[in-house]
């Protein structure tokens, strides 16, 4: 996962999402990526409104170290609204933790059935990907819509975009990262910490894993302090404007 750098489309046509990170409450930038205009056509996020201090949690979940249950009491004692992406594979081991996203006023998000490059896939296998999430979610919380994805890896193309969008989903990528996906890599809960409030900034859609005993440990202090600085936080739905 490119988090910082410029990236440029290989020769397949595929793009690997990287940006330019925020500094000192600074807008981030993926003006020199090569794919700005590509996500402005399909309409996906990058960032909310860059003139209100508004934060947009967002989670991968891929599958389940343990973690998500604790995730989810902070939220629910902090009050604050997220977004989990899931799996094929999530969904059928952590029905439960499904179920509890959903009856506590959680969005869950397509990050597509079996986790594939959608850049080197069909069409047709990029419908039957996202269509089976779908399904398998409203038939487990009764989530009748799913508005969202966040493709496999940040790995995208002009037609796993077009196709996305054609489906009814808006990409969304993010602005606030780090390296935070790799459950034998933690690095303690003020690594986590550090990471994230270093990067903020208003409209920021931050991404983390909720694979990581750091965030996990470091979601509530980074809630509190991310108040404390005049920041709310927000459902994706709520967004009223969006950056490209």
């Given at each position: 996962?490119?988090?910082?750098?410029?990236?440029?489309?290989?020769?397949?046509?595929?793009?690997?999402?990287?940006?330019?990170?925020?500094?000192?409450?600074?807008?981030?930038?993926?003006?020199?990526?090569?794919?700005?205009?590509?996500?402005?056509?399909?309409?996906?996020?990058?960032?909310?409104?860059?003139?209100?201090?508004?934060?947009?949690?967002?989670?991968?979940?891929?599958?389940?170290?343990?973690?998500?249950?604790?995730?989810?009491?902070?939220?629910?004692?902090?009050?604050?609204?997220?977004?989990?992406?899931?799996?094929?594979?999530?969904?059928?081991?952590?029905?439960?933790?499904?179920?509890?996203?959903?009856?506590?006023?959680?969005?869950?998000?397509?990050?597509?059935?079996?986790?594939?490059?959608?850049?080197?896939?069909?069409?047709?296998?990029?419908?039957?990907?996202l269509n089976q999430v779908k399904t398998e979610v409203s038939a487990l919380t009764g989530q009748k819509e799913m508005r969202y994805l966040r493709a496999p890896r940040g790995i995208f193309s002009g037609q796993s975009l077009a196709v996305s969008q054609g489906l009814g989903y808006t990409n969304v990528f993010w602005s606030v990262a780090y390296?935070?996906?790799?459950?034998?890599?933690?690095?303690?809960?003020?690594?986590?910490?550090?990471?994230?409030?270093?990067?903020?900034?208003?409209?920021?859609?931050?991404?983390?894993?909720?694979?990581?005993?750091?965030?996990?440990?470091?979601?509530?202090?980074?809630?509190?302090?991310?108040?404390?600085?005049?920041?709310?936080?927000?459902?994706?739905?709520?967004?009223?404007?969006?950056?490209?």
């Amino acid at each position: 996962m490119l988090l910082g750098q410029a990236t440029m489309a290989s020769a397949d046509g595929s793009y690997h999402f990287g940006f330019k990170k925020s500094v000192n409450g600074q807008p981030p930038s993926i003006d020199e990526e090569g794919f700005k205009g590509l996500l402005k056509q399909r309409g996906a996020i990058f960032t909310g409104d860059p003139a209100v201090k508004e934060l947009y949690l967002t989670f991968d979940n891929g599958y389940e170290q343990g973690y998500t249950g604790k995730i989810l009491d902070v939220l629910k004692e902090k009050q604050v609204p997220a977004i989990f992406f899931v799996t094929g594979h999530y969904i059928k081991t952590e029905p439960e933790l499904l179920k509890r996203m959903a009856q506590e006023g959680h969005l869950i998000g397509n990050h597509s059935w079996s986790h594939p490059d959608m850049s080197q896939i069909s069409a047709e296998r990029i419908q039957k990907e996202l269509n089976q999430v779908k399904t398998e979610v409203s038939a487990l919380t009764g989530q009748k819509e799913m508005r969202y994805l966040r493709a496999p890896r940040g790995i995208f193309s002009g037609q796993s975009l077009a196709v996305s969008q054609g489906l009814g989903y808006t990409n969304v990528f993010w602005s606030v990262a780090y390296r935070d996906w790799e459950p034998k890599h933690q690095k303690g809960w003020e690594y986590a910490y550090k990471n994230v409030m270093a990067q903020l900034h208003p409209g920021a859609v931050i991404l983390l894993h909720s694979v990581s005993k750091d965030n996990t440990e470091a979601l509530a202090r980074i809630i509190d302090d991310a108040k404390s600085k005049g920041y709310q936080f927000k459902s994706l739905d709520e967004m009223q404007s969006r950056t490209p």
